[in-house]
């Protein structure tokens, strides 16, 4: 069985990706899991007729094979489904706007950032050529319309209007949409719609205004969504927010057509969601407690989109055209420049820097006008571009500065460290040095055979590789092989990843390719990458050549299709972008742009671009981890820039997961006395906002830590082990900061350990009897104890530690509330009591076997029956 569904309160554009998705996977049922948002439960009064949905209560949910979810990529969402479905037994696909990271749980992902579900799953129909029905259309319509506030919604993409342009030809019926769309608000809606308008509250951030509207109502209202659509018409408000208290919540609903007030990141933060012009969440909170931690984070999380115009530099010094180059060499000495602007009545005419002047220099043309040997094609950007367009101009070209123009008029001039300034927020001292150029390093292609180092990999490895080659091929493409399996080759090194690139769109590709491995796989169309699974432990990633683009520091990139070039120049070190052909034709041949078989055997890492840990400063970490594997270390300049980076980076966009993700990778290795002196001088942990000290007692507790974890390890405990090394350096880290790091409940525990339960240690601090010392001990896990032992400075503690882990840790009873029910003892608090005196007998050693233990429970019963 296949079935299609959508998140809990299913509204209009989860049901339209429904119907959309059945007409893909016609074997599919759609079936609603949970509650219906009311315009959707209203349409389905009306249309239940026309449109078959089930409940899930009538799928037998043991024979699903196949899960198609819609509209959301979270399981939480999807109600009782999440618990009763055993997810490792069927196949998952998803279409989704809302943006996110790659899901493990998640075969194929079809996401895509546009304004509505719906639209997706449409193209795919468009693509495929099928046909829908007049009212499939329009409830498709109606999704996209509501989804993306008519077209209006900051996260609207061109997709979606072409989806509606099909729509409409396909027969989409305009008066039932507006009839949803445009219902009048009902007696309870217009009399809220009245209160609201005398509560009005601006805040103002820099220019950017944020109406609030809060107010307490004595009964529930259904479809406030709707009066703050009607608010925000009525007063053609750039952004707002409404609270309305109804019993014990907090109801907060926003809308945006400011693209500096993100309204579904901030409703994230809340406990709810949506995208940048809509969102919504619940908080169990009072109306002033909810408008408060609303008002904190809208301070926190709206930033102006900060555009050149702010930080660029004007007037431009500038020389005409007939300027001798001796005159400009006079003028790039006398200010320290690297490069002038050829100029004359504000119109560009072109560029001329240091380079050139070498060029010319010694060829007797020190006369000549600067006119003829300046560069004519000027990169250039818009007064009101943003900043991060200035900055991607600047990694694409290789340059540090950049003429500013509105139209064809020269008005400023901004240079690397202006953008870098922008970022941090305020000058640094190295972000000065090498300032106008960007790249960080010379792109020079060398070309070397690696044949012979690719025949050493194992006979099936290369094997898939010449099929993946040969298949790339008949289908016209290139495919190479890239990252660290290549980079392992060159060094001699086993690796079981194989990362594979082609130039061209993966659809369609996936799933021919997986037929041809014999293999399972996976997609993610948001990234534009598969993964398949294959013989002898080996993991094969496809995926298009593609470049990405940084709205915030630290943020999700987003992805578009580019050239080889541009894929390589957005990895994280030079010694990762090293390619190697395995098409027939070209097979082993290995390409290297960035130098990096020099840094290779240099044993340094370097980063490709002074931009790289703002885009994503996770890359930091990786990059540990690659100097632990390989003892390299980092290129002066690059750990320059990671500690700035780190020290003054504005992250807040970046979310704790990723970089708890990373970090548990990097703590999957040893605690060597090496990551602690790299920690020590590479502070990774200001990513989770947390300023840590790697004191040198550290260096003893580590060593002592790794002991104990080979002595469980020879017992064979299951110990999370990277869990218990990370929360070594957390000893001061509280609950609550650990509540955005999406690990669960048991890892919070364990990490924030020491800071919630610092009696524990006060309590082992005195000579225990076993009873005691189990009291104290029993509710904590193994990684908690051993923690407890590594941080012991007493010698009473680590012995009553040890005592218990020698002695007291592994007791059990092997009788339960059954036996004692069998001897006549009544369901009650008798069993807990009866049991737990028998537990701290065996504690003391009195008693040691199940006989023993049946035959002084059957003492105490009859003890206090009165019988004994």
Known sequence: MEIIVSHQLTDLDGLGAMVAAGKLYPAAKPVFVGRLHRLV????????????????????????????????????????????????????????????????WVDYDFSQAVGSATTILINKIIEQGLKLNPLEATICALAIYADTGNLTHLNTAPDDAWALTYLLKAGANLKIINQFIKEPLNQEQEELLEDLLNVREDLRIDGIIISLYSIKADHYIAGINRVVEQIKALYHLPSLFVLVEMGKRVEIIGRSSDEAVNIGKICHYLGGGGHAGAGAAKVKLFLAEAREKLIELINNQVRPMLRIRKIMSSPVR??????????????????????????????????????????????????????????????????????????????????GRLPVVEGDELVGIVTRSDILASYYGRETPYQHKNRYGSSLVRIKEEVSDLAVRLEELPAQVIATLRKVGEFAARNKVRSYLVGGQVRDLVLGRGNRDLDIIVDRDLKGMVDLLASELNCDCSYNQQFQTGNFKLAGGYNLDLASTRKERYQLPGGLPEVESSGVLADLFRRDYTVNALILDITPDNWGQLTDFFQGKRDLKEGLLRALHRFSFLDDPTRIIRGIRLMLKLGFSFEQETENLSNEALIMGDFSGLAPSRVIKELKLLFENKLSARLLDLLKVIPVFNLLNLSLDIPDNYYQQAASLEGWLEYFREKNYNIKEWLVRLALFLEDLSWSETDKWNIILAERKVLAFFREHKSIREKLNDKLDPVQLVEILAGLSIEMVILLLVKA???????????????????????????????????????????????????????????????????????????D
Do not use: C
């Open 41 to 104: 439960n209203d349409f389905m009064v009306l249309y239940r007729d026309e449109i078959i949905i089930y409940d899930l209560k009538e799928i037998e949910l043991s024979a699903v094979q196949r899960v198609i979810i819609v509209d959301t990529h979270r399981r939480e969402l999807l109600g009782e489904l999440k618990e009763l479905l055993d997810w490792s037994k069927v196949e998952v696909i998803i279409y989704d706007h809302h943006p996110h990271e790659q899901l493990d």
């Open 318 to 399: 500038t020389v005409l055209p007939t300027t001798s180059i001796q005159e400009v060499e006079d003028l790039l000495k006398k200010y320290g420049h690297n490069g002038v602007v050829i100029s004359q009545d504000k119109k560009i005419f072109g560029i001329f820097s240091r380079r050139d002047l070498e060029k010319v220099k010694g060829h007797g043309l020190m006369h000549a006008p600067v006119k003829a040997y300046m560069t004519i094609d000027v990169v250039t950007v818009e007064a009101d571009a943003p900043v991060r367009q200035a900055r991607d101009l600047m990694v694409k070209y290789g340059v």
């Open 793 to 867: 400075e007493q010698k009473q503690v680590a012995e009553n530690l040890q005592d218990y882990l020698d002695n007291f840790m592994t007791i059990e009873l092997t009788i339960n509330g059954f036996d004692l029910q069998e001897m006549g003892l009544k369901p009650g608090p008798r069993i807990k009591y009866v049991l737990e005196r028998v537990f701290q007998a065996k504690l003391r050693g009195e008693i040691s076997n199940r006989q023993e233990e049946l035959a002084l429970a059957a003492k105490m019963i009859r003890a206090e029956d009165g019988s």
